[in-house]
């Protein structure tokens, strides 16, 4: 009698753990977003090492992520990259973080990205503030070359990112 109760209990908490509401349950979310660079500062400061690298440090960027799918990817980023061009080869590597202001919340995030000879290539990842507290953020960008269909500013350059939102809080870049 007792092991039956047992499995009675246990075969109830069971069908209540997977009776949640869907609804209930944070969602991974796949996204597809486009980010445009409107505006590049000089550098704070530049040097070229012995070794023919030029160091760029203190970048400040401007870009405006778009998505037509997911409102917490679309808004205003501002970001300070820092980058290391190899003058022989052509080599260039690049990371900084930066602040994502949407109308959802606000992505702090962390980039590292090369540019390559199909262009430049991103990887990066973030935390969710101000309403996005609970989610965490990581794609992967890959260059995309004009003409842009209505893009938010005046620009040469956008990568086009894969990625998903998650919930957690994810590394802290």
Not at 111 to 131: F, I, K, M, N
Request: charge should be negative; include cysteine.
């Amino acid at each position: 009698m007792k092991k039956k109760t047992l499995l009675s209990l246990a075969l109830i908490a069971l069908l209540l753990t997977s009776a949640v509401p869907a609804a209930a349950r944070s969602p991974v979310t796949h996204f597809v977003a486009t980010a445009y660079v409107c505006a590049q500062e000089a550098p704070v400061k530049e040097w070229i090492s012995e070794d023919g690298v030029l160091h760029q440090r203190g970048v400040l960027m401007r870009d405006e992520w778009r998505s037509e799918h997911e409102p917490r990817l679309t808004g205003s980023e501002i970001a300070i990259y820092h980058q290391d061009i190899n003058l022989h080869t052509g080599a260039v590597q690049i990371w900084g973080t930066g602040t994502v202001l949407t109308d959802e919340g606000t992505w702090y995030i962390g980039v590292r990205a090369e540019l390559t000879a199909d262009g430049l290539v991103s990887h990066g990842s973030g935390y969710g503030a101000d309403g996005l507290e609970e989610y965490f953020i990581s794609w992967r960008g890959e260059q995309i070359f004009p003409p842009f269909e209505d893009p938010p500013c005046e620009t040469d350059t956008a990568l086009l990112f894969t990625g998903v939102i998650r919930p957690g809080s994810g590394p802290r870049p």
